[in-house]
């Protein structure tokens, strides 16, 4: 099942490839609920909905998908635990990272066909990484990873934005990752029993139409049971949160400002749309991190305009 929050914040589930069915007075049962609360208690009582929200997806014509603004599916997840350095570069590392992870703020969520805002620091460059990220589906704390099918939901495209470069580089992530803005996700999310193998999905992005990120999630070093018994070895994770897997790092590139970024996972997950804008109108070189590699040049692309432009 496809679930996601339409309009006002309305809860739908998806109806074959182009209609959206309107849950949202089975799911809130009548009552004013925030949308993360709605959806959070949906995923946690999943036994309890997903049959009424069959019938009604059955019964129901619902609206056509080009009708309505699609919203962010996790408004505000309690917690966004991402992976770092969790792929083995096409064969290019000898041995995986350390298994390693860092969070990002949930106030840097965004929905599809919404924004992504460079904001005005002196970053090296402004990056996306193209990911697929799993939904923790019930209270999560210490599971093993033979058992970490069990705590996952469901699967979702997200975007790590990043801004390199931030200094002193030993305070870096925090202010590298949790920018508002830096998490788009959408357009919605796919129920696990729709996913059979989520270790073989390919995961493309492109910017401005041009394909830039071209890799399958069997490249993961750390694979996914794995990243949940991490995870949730540190801390307990909730209904709703999120883990995103990391990504493959060659095909990263400067986010602009006016680029049309567009992700897609394979598995049904859907095609995110969103834009970048940077009211600074600052310039990067464009080349993904391979092809500078293949130039003898530094992957990280240095910036060519605007301010903080090296001179």
């Known amino acids: 099942m496809k679930i996601t929050f339409f309009n006002d914040w309305r809860l739908g589930v998806l109806k074959g490839a182009d209609h959206v069915v309107d849950v949202t007075a089975i799911a809130s049962k009548g009552a004013a609920v925030a949308p993360h609360d709605l959806i959070a208690s949906v995923?946690?009582?999943w036994t309890s909905?997903?049959?009424?929200?069959?019938?009604?997806?059955?019964?129901?014509?619902?609206?056509?998908l080009s009708s309505v603004k699609l919203r962010a599916p996790l408004p505000r997840p309690q917690n966004i635990a991402c992976m770092a350095v969790n792929y083995m570069e096409d064969g290019t590392r000898k041995e995986p990272a350390p298994i390693n992870t860092f969070m990002k703020s949930p106030m840097s969520i965004i929905g599809p066909g919404e924004q992504m805002v460079l904001p005005d620091i002196p970053s090296t460059v402004f990056e996306g990484e193209a990911e697929i990220a799993l939904v923790i589906g019930k209270r999560a704390t210490n599971v093993k990873a033979a058992d970490a099918k069990q705590y996952i939901f469901g699967y979702i495209n997200f975007i790590d934005g990043s801004a390199r470069g931030v200094q002193p580089a030993a305070q870096s992530f925090y202010q590298m990752k949790s920018?508002?803005?830096?998490?788009?996700?959408?357009p919605w999310i796919v129920t696990a029993d729709e996913i059979p193998d989520p270790q073989n999905l390919q995961v493309r992005l492109w910017n401005n139409g041009v394909l830039k990120q071209n890799y399958n999630t069997s490249?993961?070093?750390?694979?996914?049971?794995?990243?949940?018994?991490?995870?949730s070895s540190i801390h307990t994770l909730a209904p709703g949160d999120i883990i995103?897997?990391?990504?493959?790092?060659?095909?990263?590139?400067?986010?602009?400002?006016g680029d049309q970024i567009?992700?897609?996972?394979e598995g049904g997950l859907g095609r995110l749309k969103i834009s970048v804008r940077d009211d600074?109108?600052?310039t990067w070189a464009r080349e993904t991190r391979l092809e500078r590699e293949n130039k003898g040049l530094d992957p990280i692309a240095n910036q060519t305009g605007g301010k903080y432009a090296k001179v």
Request: charged content about 30%; overall charge negative; aromatic content about 8%.
């Open 179 to 186: 920018r508002d803005t830096f998490a788009p996700i959408g």
């Open 280 to 282: 600074l109108k600052r």
């Open 219 to 231: 490249d993961m070093a750390h694979k996914i049971d794995r990243c949940v018994e991490f995870v």
């Open 49 to 64: 909905f997903k049959g009424p929200f069959a019938d009604a997806v059955a019964k129901e014509a619902g609206v056509a």
């Open 43 to 45: 995923i946690e009582n």
């Open 244 to 257: 995103a897997l990391g990504t493959n790092h060659r095909g990263l590139h400067s986010f602009q400002d």
């Open 262 to 265: 567009e992700l897609e996972v």
